[in-house]
């Protein structure tokens, strides 16, 4: 049976999936309140990075009528110079204090839209990326949640800059050795000024390791929060002489960091999650079965997007409770996907875990690129496998063969290689944005593999 669309006027889909906007005259009145002096526009470019302009107040009545010229030649993914000029549009729901400039220098944050002078989205903008799948989801009557669980690590500091040694000895969920304790209450008191509600955090496995989880929420207001998230955390351990680091895997022989991600829809017209039944065993309705079966068929070829370092294929691998395998399950945490058990009768919190997307990802596209790989499963109504609740770690190569359970890519080549061959991707990302990632990932790939490490120095050079 055919999944039923819902014809929605594009108003109405955008305010469903944007939220509403405060409008010019509310922002205005919070600047002057918060006796702000500047204000970053902020945006990312194809890899993640956060780039910003700084205006000063006087003129932000301007920038809000008719938005802020950049030149996008110098910008990671953009455009050519002779393509460069674009202008920045302010998100008006994205307004928010940067809390240690308060007091001097008042600074506010707006993320903007990119767009192109004849005032169409900029195609290489990943927020726009991530919108256009969302509009295409709102075609069938939904709306996609997120909620990213994205670990670090703290590193001290010392003369020569950021010492790769783990500021504590603790280990999962202690309490009396981490010295992280203080600095993430700090960290939960800057998110909070920035309008990002903290659930809990915690001590990770590894020593040095972290997490803090914020709300759940609409997918482009979370890769929001998640974007935001990384440059909060690092302003503060700064400012605690330590380094906040999202690489994967920054230490050999522990645990790697990764950025599990929680995912639902909802209902574009009225309340209540798309994703449960109650009559299944597993409490998934078959939306969530196909969405789920499209992630696993496109899961190699999403990798390069929601793992996309040379270090991100460093923690992928078997033995510190990263996934590798592609399979799903409720309770195994071996597995690609899981569906987290929830409290009895709170079956509205029903969501399905993707466990292999790392927090070096640029979030838009990863939450793009999982959402058209879950698309294509409801679409084409993919159908979903066997769970594997074993624990698959344990499984041998025969195991797998016999179960039919691929693995991930092991090199960010090979996930460049799959990504390459799935059109799903490509049409995610759009050609502008998949195009300049494949770019980027393939010099930062040739580079690795042409590089003489010290590991192979010291096992061959006095042996050959």
Not at 106 to 128: I, K, M, Y
Not at 165 to 176: C, L, Q
Not at 351 to 375: H, K, Q, T
């Amino acid at each position: 049976m055919a999944i039923e669309t819902r014809p929605t006027s594009d108003e109405t889909a955008l305010e469903a999936i944007l939220g509403k906007n405060p409008g010019k005259d509310a922002i205005l009145q919070r600047i002057a309140e918060d006796g702000v002096e500047f204000v970053d526009l902020q945006f990312t470019d194809v890899m993640g990075s956060v780039k910003s302009v700084t205006v000063p107040v006087r003129v932000i009545g301007r920038v809000l009528d008719r938005g802020q010229w950049i030149d996008g030649s110098s910008i990671a993914g953009f455009a050519r110079i002779a393509e460069s000029d674009m202008y920045l549009e302010p998100d008006l729901s994205t307004y928010a204090v940067l809390p240690w400039t308060r007091g001097g220098h008042t600074t506010a944050r707006l993320t903007c839209w990119v767009f192109n002078p004849n005032g169409e989205r900029f195609p290489g903008d990943p927020r726009a990326a991530l919108l256009r799948q969302l509009e295409k989801l709102a075609k069938l009557g939904y709306v996609f949640q997120t909620g990213p669980e994205l670990e670090f690590f703290l590193f001290q500091r010392d003369a020569n800059g950021v010492n790769p040694s783990p500021h504590d000895g603790a280990g999962y969920f202690d309490f009396s050795t981490d010295l992280g304790y203080t600095v993430r209450k700090d960290m939960v008191r800057s998110l909070d000024a920035m309008g990002i509600e903290v659930e809990a955090s915690h001590h990770e496995v590894a020593i040095g390791q972290h997490e803090i989880d914020f709300e759940y929420g609409d997918a482009i207001a979370t890769a929001d929060r998640a974007t935001t998230f990384k440059y909060v955390l690092k302003a503060v351990a700064a400012s605690h002489g330590l380094h906040a680091t999202f690489m994967p895997k920054p230490v050999e022989g522990i645990n790697g960091s990764g950025m599990h991600v929680h995912q639902s829809f909802g209902f574009l017209d009225r309340p209540g999650n798309a994703f449960v039944d109650t009559d299944d065993p597993y409490g998934l309705s078959r939306v969530a079965k196909h969405f789920i079966a499209g992630q696993l068929a496109h899961a190699r070829g999403i990798c390069g997007v929601i793992a996309p370092l040379v270090n991100s294929y460093r923690r992928l691998v078997p033995g510190y409770e990263a996934p590798v395998y592609i399979a799903w399950a409720r309770t195994n945490r071996s597995a690609l996907v899981r569906v987290p058990a929830t409290r009895k009768g709170l079956t509205a919190a029903t969501r399905v875990e993707l466990r292999c997307p790392d927090p070096s990802c640029n979030p838009y596209l990863a939450f793009a690129a999982m959402l058209a790989a879950g698309m294509d499963g409801i679409i084409n109504e993919l159908p979903l496998p066997e769970p594997v609740e074993e624990n698959l770690y344990h499984f041998t190569d025969e195991d797998l063969k016999r179960r039919n359970i691929p693995t991930l890519p092991a090199t960010l080549g090979e996930a460049i290689e799959e990504m390459e061959k799935d059109p799903v991707v490509r049409e995610a990302l759009g050609d502008h944005v998949f195009e300049h990632l494949i770019e980027a990932q393939t010099a930062e790939w040739d580079a690795f593999r042409t590089h003489v490490t010290q590991w192979e120095r010291d096992r061959y050079l006095e042996v050959y």
